[in-house]
């Protein structure tokens, strides 16, 4: 057993540093809680793209360097750290692009992978539905076969980078015979998102934020090409992809930059003539934080290595999930107490302590444990095939 990087690893880590603590110095991005999902900066991803750290791990032959999954997991591990502004290209990063490469036709790969690899292709993810969330296979979202063409119509709801993307993932139902299985008669489809007949409408979430959107799709005419992967496979294409969706290590650091300046606060802030960090509440709080984010950090890279291994990383991907997104909500509660009434001053006031980070993760950390599968699907995944205890 060997948990150390490798020479090579470490090198690149610093690399990465460097470029992230040289970017700040440039004042071309403020490091923020949710980069990964609400920091949207096309010159930023250029820049990430310019290095191939974009595809990082992707096969070299579809352009990629051919990395190992560790390597992409230190890159991003970096990226969040920083708090820096990724939410543009990550879901094609980390999800899409790996399953075009799989599972998509010819032309798909030869037109979507060079834009994703180049930053241009910011891909939303639509699968949840209002009456599809936990379960998938009731999506109704349609797509009908019509000559060289698929017809959408549907709703989708809390599809991410809706207001930004240009390019949609779609997951819709291809075969309507009540008598074929529900899981049976989906498809997967990645679609440009200014076509004809297409409506985003932004959802204002409960952080104020309009990262996610409603999109509604009104005879909506794509080309066969469009399809990734085989017709009516789809269900168990997505089922594959949300491993690695919930996989990362944005479960765990998306506010990093938080955890970070929470402890310097404890540190520097003097209550009743000492530093609150001599508080017993404070001092505890901030060490079993610190213990459940290395337990975390080690649950998430073990995914890792099942990826390099070859395997998918199913129950493994669920553990760190459901410990991970759990971490961000007891950080988000702790900066909550330990900043005391100030600390529920959003950005932008004057009294606001760090950056009045504090609310905005306290608010945002509700939903980490719903987003990519709730933590009580997690729990199923992990009690049926961790456990191997019967299906419910
Ligand atoms: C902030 C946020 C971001 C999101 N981002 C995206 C996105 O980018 N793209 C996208 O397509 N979707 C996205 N979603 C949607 C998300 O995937 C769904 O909200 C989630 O899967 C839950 O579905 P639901 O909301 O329909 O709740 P339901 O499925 O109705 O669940 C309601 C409750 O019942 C519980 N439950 C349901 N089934 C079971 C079961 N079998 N056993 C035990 N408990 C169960 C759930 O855990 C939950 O507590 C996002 C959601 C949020 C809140």
Same mark, same amino acid.
């Given at each position: ?237 997505? &089922?594959?992809? $949300?491993?690695?969706? +919930?996989?990362? /290590?944005?479960?765990?650091? %998306?506010?990093? *930059?938080?955890? !970070? @300046? ?32 290395? &337990?975390?950090? $080690?649950?998430?890279? +073990?995914?890792? /290595?099942?990826?390099?291994? %070859?395997?998918? *990383?199913?129950? !493994? @991907? ?75």
């Amino acid at each position: 057993m060997d948990f150390s990087f490798t020479p090579e690893q470490e090198r690149f880590r610093h690399e990465v540093r460097q470029f992230l603590e040289d970017e700040i110095r440039q004042g071309a991005f403020r490091p923020q809680c949710d980069g990964w999902i609400q920091g949207f900066s096309p010159e930023f991803t250029r820049k990430l793209a310019a290095r191939h750290w974009i595809g990082l791990s992707w096969p070299e032959e579809y352009g990629g360097l051919g990395r190992s999954n560790v390597d992409r997991f230190v890159l991003t591990e970096e990226l969040l750290r920083y708090g820096a502004p990724c939410a543009l290209h990550w879901f094609a990063d980390r999800q899409i692009g790996r399953a075009v490469i799989h599972y998509g036709n010819p032309e798909l790969k030869q037109d979507i992978l060079p834009k994703i690899l180049s930053g241009e292709a910011y891909v939303g993810l639509g699968m949840s539905e209002p009456q599809a969330g936990s379960d998938l296979a009731s999506v109704q979202t349609r797509a009908t076969e019509d000559g060289d063409s698929y017809v959408i119509n549907g709703q989708k709801m809390w599809t991410s980078c809706a207001r930004y993307m240009n390019y949609v993932y779609l997951l819709a139902r291809t075969e309507t015979d009540p008598k074929v299985p529900r899981h049976r008669g989906l498809s997967e489809f990645i679609i440009p998102a200014n076509l004809p007949g297409i409506t985003i409408r932004p959802t204002i979430d409960i952080t104020g934020t309009e990262a996610w959107g409603e999109v509604f799709y009104d005879n909506v005419r794509v080309p066969k090409t469009c399809l990734i992967g085989e017709k009516n496979r789809g269900f168990y294409q997505v &089922v594959n992809q $949300l491993d690695y969706e +919930r996989s990362g /290590l944005e479960r765990l650091m %998306g506010n990093y *930059p938080l955890f !970070e @300046a929470i402890i310097e606060f404890s540190k520097q802030t003097h209550r009743n003539g000492q530093p609150i960090g001599k508080e017993p509440f404070v001092r505890d709080r901030l060490a079993r934080l610190q213990v459940e984010f290395e &337990v975390g950090r $080690l649950l998430t890279y +073990r995914v890792a /290595l099942v990826i390099d291994e %070859g395997r998918a *990383p199913n129950w !493994e @991907a669920a553990m760190a999930k459901a410990f991970c997104t759990a971490f961000e909500q007891h950080l988000a509660d702790a900066a909550t107490r330990i900043l005391g009434l100030y600390g529920n001053l959003i950005a932008g006031s004057k009294w606001a302590p760090v950056l009045g980070m504090a609310p905005h993760s306290f608010l945002g950390s509700m939903g980490y444990s719903l987003q990519a599968g709730t933590t009580e699907i997690l729990r199923n995944v992990l009690a049926t095939r961790g456990l191997g205890l019967p299906e419910a």
